[in-house]
């Protein structure tokens, strides 16, 4: 199964993989496809695949050490009674408002922890076009997102304390603000210095920004002061503390409430030396950052105890690729993070809003957009993003499609689903062909039931694009779009407790890019 099947929401995730491991471990191959509960409104695939050009796969057998079938047969569509997990609404500047620090998390007014989901901008001088305001509104409506952060690179080519014009980043970053304002979204300014390892080094400089921007953001209930990015090299937690010795007193003198963060050495991972030893003032947050295919276990369990015991730690930065911001992704990883995150309640923002040729890129090099994203303009990353935030402006079942692997179906293919509950199907492609610009797969199907006796049964198979059913034989058959449900006929619904039903068998026709889809 492709790794990335477990790269879908978590509730979605556990099913997948429970009837994915039951079904590898009976049949031994790792073959599987959609499944389907009888009566079932959504289908609930359980990633499909196509296993080259091999026969069609012997039915799976039951070991005798296993038991009796009955009792040890998967369940393989445990999604229809699973109850859905309790959506928190999410928090906004117009309902949460200010934001405060208390223990280790960050509150509302009244207490109540809030979680901030977001993404960064790449470095605002480079990559300034994202920062719009119809762009920062789908942020929030469409992809789910409720805080921004506005990337100001310190050196750097462009960089603030290097060549760039001052006043023209300070407009950028105000611009920011206001939209993120605008469209009813936390709001975190980030300075951010990479490259001057320390941030002492360009301490003349951050304390300018930032007495212009608490100056000019007072007002903004929304703004979150980041006021180093990464402390690196041989920068020291006493440096960084030195530093915001300096930084602090110059936001509060606007801005007395505001939440700070600071950044923690070796690229905002040290977060036990802020522990042992954390800043003397209220609503302060400390960095980590992360990279998924980089940063493993190790420091997911330092963010655990760090944050268990009480230090208030903010993400303020991560990806789902290696630590250079590109390479291979590792949805594993990510997924284990998210999952964490989540259940610390620590808020997370996401590197990065570019079409930049980099696996961190949310969006794909050729999309040249800078508002109004559709999902066949992001990157495998801003997929996973837009699939971890959930939000409203994207089907979660066109989401799972497009972060499936596609399968060239060729004809000796085969392939295996469950469907209602207890009978599982083996596909096989027949034969396919293209006549007059589309192509055509002939199906044929056997189904074995392993549990008790229905009395009807469907499954439903996905496939990257619409499709028409030219053919069908032993069945009934409806389309949905992509998707092909395969039901019982009048003859058929009734498979014994260990009895086969076969025969069945369709024809779809599509375009030369038709295939099934692995998810
Ligand atoms: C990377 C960008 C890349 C850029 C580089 C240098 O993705 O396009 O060329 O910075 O400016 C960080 C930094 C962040 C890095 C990112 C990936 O905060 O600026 O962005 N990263 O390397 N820390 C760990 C990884």
Redesign the pocket.
């Known amino acids: 199964m492709a790794s990335h099947a477990q790269g879908n929401k978590k509730g979605r995730v556990k099913r997948i993989a429970v009837a994915a491991v039951a079904l590898a471990a009976l049949v031994g191959v790792g073959v599987a496809l959609a499944v389907a509960a009888a009566n079932t409104e959504e289908p609930d695939y359980s990633g499909l695949a196509v296993e080259g050009e091999t026969s069609l796969p012997q039915p799976p057998k039951v070991s005798s050490d296993e038991g009796d079938a009955e009792a040890t047969a998967p369940d393989p569509a445990p999604a229809a009674e699973e109850p859905a997990e309790p959506t928190r609404p999410l928090a906004s500047p117009s309902t949460t408002g200010a934001l405060h620090v208390e223990g280790a998390h960050l509150v509302d007014a009244a207490g109540n922890p809030v979680q901030l989901r977001g993404v960064s901008t790449?470095?605002l001088a480079w990559y300034p076009q994202y920062v719009n305001e119809e762009f920062f509104r789908e942020l929030k409506q469409d992809w789910g997102a409720n805080v921004v952060r506005l990337?100001l690179?310190s050196a750097?080519e462009g960089g603030y304390a290097t060549d760039a014009s001052r006043t023209a980043l300070n407009e950028q970053v105000l611009k920011g603000v206001e939209y993120a304002t605008k469209a009813d979204m936390y709001v975190v300014v980030d300075w951010?210095n990479?490259t001057d390892g320390n941030p002492q080094t360009n301490q003349w400089a951050a304390a300018e920004f930032f007495r212009v921007m608490s100056r000019d953001l007072a007002q903004h209930d929304n703004v979150i002061y980041e006021i180093c990015?990464?402390p690196n090299g041989d920068t020291t937690w006493a440096d960084v503390k030195a530093y915001a010795a300096e930084i602090i007193p110059i936001i509060r003198a606007n801005d007395p409430d505001a939440v700070i963060v600071v950044g923690t050495p070796t690229?905002s991972q040290d977060i036990q030396d802020a522990a042992a030893d954390p800043i003397a003032e209220s609503n302060i947050m400390y960095t980590l950052?992360f990279?998924a295919a980089t940063h493993q276990a190790d420091l997911r369990e330092r963010l655990r105890t760090a944050v268990e015991g009480g230090l208030p730690v903010f993400v303020t930065?991560f990806?789902i690729c290696e630590?250079?911001?590109d390479g291979k992704v590792d949805y594993d990883s990510a997924d284990a993070w998210l999952e964490l995150m989540d259940e610390l309640d620590v808020s997370y923002i996401c590197?990065?809003l570019?079409n930049?040729k980099?696996a961190?890129a949310l969006f794909k090099p050729k999309c040249k957009k800078a508002s109004g994203f559709a999902l066949s303009d992001l990157s495998d990353a801003g997929l996973w993003l837009v699939d971890a935030l959930g939000g409203p402006g994207f089907n979660a079942k066109d989401v799972m499609l497009a972060r499936a692997d596609k399968k060239s179906n060729k004809a000796g293919a085969a392939m295996m689903a469950f469907s209602s509950d207890t009978i599982q199907w083996q596909l096989n492609v027949a034969d396919k062909w293209k006549e007059d610009g589309r192509t055509f797969f002939k199906y044929d199907m056997a189904g074995s039931n392993y549990s008790a006796a229905t009395e009807k049964w469907s499954v439903t198979i996905p496939f990257n694009e619409d499709i028409s059913v030219e053919d069908s034989w032993n069945c009934e058959v409806s389309v949905d779009g992509n998707e092909l449900t395969v039901s019982n006929d009048a003859h058929n619904g009734t498979v014994g407790a260990g009895d086969t039903v076969g025969n069945v068998g369709f024809i779809v026709s599509g375009t030369g890019k038709l295939a099934v889809v692995d998810l």
């Open positions: 790449h470095g990337a690179y750097e951010h990479l990015n990464e690229w950052h990279y930065e990806g630590a250079s911001g590197w990065n570019s930049k980099e961190s």
